[in-house]
């Protein structure tokens, strides 16, 4: 089944406290990207990759940190969270020039 | 810079009745434009999108989109809304030369059926 997956879809940290919310997918896309949803303000782009080893910023990329090493994976760290990072966080990804973005079920990551 | 506006945060329609979501859009060359839903607890699927031609849109689950470049608009409408469609509604805006990776999305639409 065609897919992107998210983890750990909930998690309750402390401030400080480093944590990586990991994404995968199986149908071999080329870019991937990550959102934060919050009440009121929609989704907001973090970060997004177009190709394996390239990044780029999104609308709100102050303290997270991406990487894309391999095709698949596209894992989101937070080196040092902070409650105003308590969100719903969604993965996706879509073929090159699609404008189809296939979206994770989502994590939901509190802060304390 | 791009900015999608929806200015309806939640709709209540009876089922079998008629639906249309507004979305406005602000972006300075031509727009690449998507309609996406969220149904409880679950990620956003695209219902459908507009690049180019026939500015009425078809998409999936019986929806459709017209775009009008004068109103800068892109409305989803639906003829017979079903109780299944409850869900939120996300307009976004996106640009070519990005791939469609930089979607800027609407604050969504919430939309209720009521029996």
């Known amino acids: 089944e065609a897919q992107v997956t998210q983890n750990p879809r909930y998690l309750i940290t402390v401030t400080g406290k480093k944590l990586t919310v990991t994404c995968s997918q199986n149908?071999?896309?080329?870019?991937m990207s990550w959102y934060r949803q919050d009440p009121g303000l929609g989704l907001r782009q973090i970060y997004y990759s177009m190709n394996v080893e390239v990044t780029d910023k999104g609308d709100v990329p102050e303290g997270y940190k991406v990487s894309r090493k391999e095709k698949r994976n596209f894992p989101l760290i937070l080196e040092s969270p902070s409650p105003n990072q308590t969100s719903l966080y969604f993965c996706?990804?879509?073929?090159?020039?699609?404008?189809?973005?296939?979206f994770g079920e989502g994590s939901r990551l509190t802060v304390l | 810079a791009q900015s999608v506006t929806q200015p309806d945060i939640h709709i209540t329609v009876s089922e079998g009745a008629s639906l249309e979501l507004r979305c406005n859009y602000s972006y300075g060359a031509t727009p690449y434009l998507f309609w996406y839903v969220q149904s409880p607890g679950q990620g956003l699927q695209l219902l459908l999108k507009y690049f180019s031609g026939d500015t009425l849109v078809q998409g999936i689950k019986g929806f459709e989109a017209e775009f009008k470049r004068s109103q800068s608009s892109f409305n989803l409408r639906k003829p017979s809304v079903h109780w299944s469609d409850a869900a939120e509604y996300f307009c976004a805006v996106g640009a070519q030369d990005t791939g469609f990776q930089k979607l800027v999305f609407g604050t969504g639409t919430r939309l209720l059926v009521s029996p």
């Open positions: 149908m071999n896309h080329e870019y």
């Open positions: 996706a990804s879509s073929r090159k020039q699609s404008g189809e973005l296939f």
